[in-house]
């Protein structure tokens, strides 16, 4: 039985093909598109922007829980996708239907008029029309790459903007240097707009703190003006207007706290009460951040064993799912890894070493710039895991569960991966 393409990934293909580059920054193309398509960015309701290496996705996530207890509507956009491409375009709450997407795409395709633009830029214009025509309340936008140049920062005045923790990550586009990256995610402050600043290292929070002097972005820094931490089994935030005390997160991994912590002082900074506070950190829905996964042909592989997906895949993505492995019921862990040739993967296996009784490197099947398990096999063997390859992640699921039922498995180290995993496991 075949099954018929739908419409937009035609289109989705054909606008693969626009431009030679996946990633080229820079504002031009998208400002040219968005002034043949009148100026949607100008009409979409009021933008909550956020920028940062890790955290963006679950902060947003947590930030949209909250204010959807309030009763708001609210747009939000986010990439990548893991299984289909309307996980990016979120309107008043519901995922874009097909036929919406589909008509978007074909008006934007006509726009541009078959000109040079990134897919990114071509399908964030698109969004920006979605959110145009749609009520909502708010729009929460996340930053694709960086900031600056991000095809996002196309908002003069957002009502606010956050930024999570930066670290050394797409070095190629954005600096060497984390001073340099810190500079690229501040530029999206924008003059007088508040900005909501998760934890940073001094170099990187000295960058952003001087831009902000600069634009007169009055500052919501942790550490200075808000904290967030657990206490006895719950998660406490203290701000300038006083003690929340939380349940934790249900996003797993101390990691969350921080995350919890500046969609809290976001959504204070905004007027939110208590109740739509613990509705952000205890109903937010984030796929493929250490997410168990309970059903579907992989965990009927795994038998006994656990089977959990996260898609962190840079030196700080290692750090979180080391400390919250560290934090789980101990038992023999597994790690099922497939990485990007882009991506620091000595970085990313230093902290999880000592969690893992093994690895198995799978390629990532349909990525271009996947490492092979071969690569990925070695990578891990200079981080000192005892590790070997597998054809597929079933099969690597199976081979595990048969060898040591009971344990843990942790499928990680790409988004990509991830989303192949949701998508075949249904």
């Given amino acids: 039985m075949t099954t018929t ?6 289109i989705l293909e054909r606008l693969m093909s626009l431009h030679p580059k996946i990633i080229d920054l820079t504002l031009d193309r998208v400002h040219r598109l968005l002034a043949a398509l009148d100026h949607p960015e100008r009409r979409v309701p009021p933008v909550i922007h956020v920028a940062g290496t890790n955290g963006k996705g679950s902060t947003q996530a947590m930030i949209r829980a909250g204010l959807e207890a309030m009763g708001d509507r609210v747009h939000a956009y986010t990439s990548p996708h893991l299984a289909r491409f309307h996980e990016r375009i979120r309107l008043a709450g519901t995922l874009i239907s097909e036929p919406d997407l589909t008509a978007l795409l074909e008006e934007c395709e006509a726009a541009n008029g078959g000109e040079p633009i990134t897919f990114f830029e071509i399908t964030t214009c698109a969004a920006f029309l979605a959110f145009a025509r749609t009520p909502a309340d708010w729009t929460l936008l996340e930053v694709g790459l960086g900031g600056r140049l991000d095809a996002t920062n196309v908002v003069d005045h957002p009502r ?5 923790p930066v670290s050394v990550d797409h070095q190629q586009y954005l600096g060497e240097t984390l001073p340099e990256i810190a500079g690229e995610k501040a530029g ?20 952003i703190e001087a831009r902000a002097a600069r634009l007169g972005c009055p500052m919501l820094v942790h550490g200075q003006h808000w904290r967030a931490w657990e206490e006895r089994g719950r998660l ?74 996260d898609g962190g895949h840079n030196p700080a993505g290692g750090e979180a799912v080391a400390a919250t492995l560290a934090r789980m019921t101990a038992k023999p862990t597994h790690l099922i890894l497939g990485m990007l040739n882009t991506k620091d993967i000595a970085g990313y296996l230093r902290p999880v070493a000592a969690c893992a009784q093994s690895l198995t490197a799978v390629s990532i099947p349909g990525e271009a710039n996947t490492l092979s ?29 048969a060898a040591d039922p009971g344990s843990r498995i942790l499928i990680c180290g790409s988004l990509y991966l991830a989303g192949g995993v949701l998508r075949e496991n249904g």
């Fill in 5 to 10: 393409q739908p419409a937009s990934d035609r």
């Fill in 160 to 164: 606010l903007t956050i930024i999570t």
């Fill in 188 to 207: 999206i402050l924008k003059r007088g707009v508040p900005c909501v600043v998760g934890p940073q290292t001094e170099d990187g929070l000295a960058v």
């Fill in 236 to 309: 406490i935030f203290q701000d300038e207007n006083g003690l929340l005390d939380l349940p934790l997160p249900n996003l797993p991994g101390p990691h969350q706290i921080d995350n919890a912590g500046a969609a809290l002082a976001a959504l204070r900074h905004l007027g939110a009460d208590e109740a739509a506070c613990e509705a952000a950190v205890t109903r937010a829905d984030w796929p493929a951040r250490m997410q168990r996964l309970r059903h579907g042909p992989l965990v009927d592989a795994a038998g006994s064993s656990e089977l959990w997906l």
């Fill in 373 to 401: 398990a071969e690569q990925t096999q070695a990578a891990a063997r200079a981080a000192g895991i005892e590790a070997d390859t597998a054809e597929s992640v079933l099969s690597a699921v199976a081979r595990i569960a």
